[in-house]
């Protein structure tokens, strides 16, 4: 791990950490590694996986709006799940129905946060029933610590992270804003409804995105009846 951090020190700015966040992942023995920053009014945006099981966990947690790595984002302190398929059926309902799909059985989650300031979350996926060792916990701890450095000095104003062109879900932000002009609603009521579509429809929330920006799918607000998920608490 004394490497890996020694590679991110190196680097003038947060591209190109794909390649460090692949080599943290062979160190902490975890099959996925990813790294979300917190956007405000949005909620986690993924910046960096390990691969297509990292991603595809990454994404259903920014559609649903809840998961560990959402909670480790809100209470600024580690989230570690042993076996996703034990945990309680109202922790979070709608993630849980998913993630057999993707094969991610346990999940470690590390804030990104300076004292009262979060940044984001280091999260560390398995496909078995597992925990982390001491080692791997401190390891994690002091990949995160660097991370938390990194990001935060790219940021102008050092406290807060804004959207930028080559984010993941750069579209779903430009469809948030529009559908919050269109519905006459908060960001966060916008994305919320955006979510809901997504989930309902069983579509990736950038399709639909993409749909809305290029105007050719307009949303109404949602029924009173209808499912939803949850809103970040950010």
């Known amino acids: 791990m004394a490497r890996v951090v020694s590679l991110l020190q190196v680097r003038s700015g947060p591209g190109g950490v794909d390649d460090v966040i692949e080599a943290g992942c062979e160190v902490l023995g975890v099959h996925g590694l990813a790294v979300s920053l917190v956007v405000p009014g949005i909620g986690l945006e993924p910046v960096s996986c390990s691969g297509k099981q990292a991603q595809m966990f990454g994404d259903l947690q920014f559609t649903l709006g809840e998961g560990p790595s959402v909670d480790a984002a809100h209470k600024g302190r580690a989230v570690s799940v042993a076996d996703l398929a ?135 607000p949602p029924t009173d009846g209808e499912l939803a998920p949850t809103e970040d608490k950010d």
């Open 86 to 220: 034990g945990e309680r059926a109202d922790r979070w309902p709608l993630l849980l129905r998913e993630t057999a799909g993707i094969r991610v059985r346990s999940v470690f989650c590390f804030p990104l946060t300076i004292g009262a300031i979060r940044v984001g979350v280091l999260t560390a996926t398995r496909r078995q029933v597992s925990a982390l060792t001491r080692q791997q916990s401190d390891d994690a701890l002091a990949l995160t610590a660097t991370l938390t450095h990194l990001y935060l000095s790219s940021e102008p104003d050092h406290h807060e992270i804004t959207p930028h062109e080559d984010f993941h879900h750069m579209v779903v932000h430009q469809a948030t804003g529009m559908l919050s002009v269109q519905l006459g609603t908060s960001l966060a009521q916008a994305l919320l409804r955006l979510r809901a579509h997504a989930y309902g429809q069983n579509r990736p929330i950038t399709d639909i995105a993409q749909d809305i920006v290029d105007r050719r799918l307009r949303l109404s």
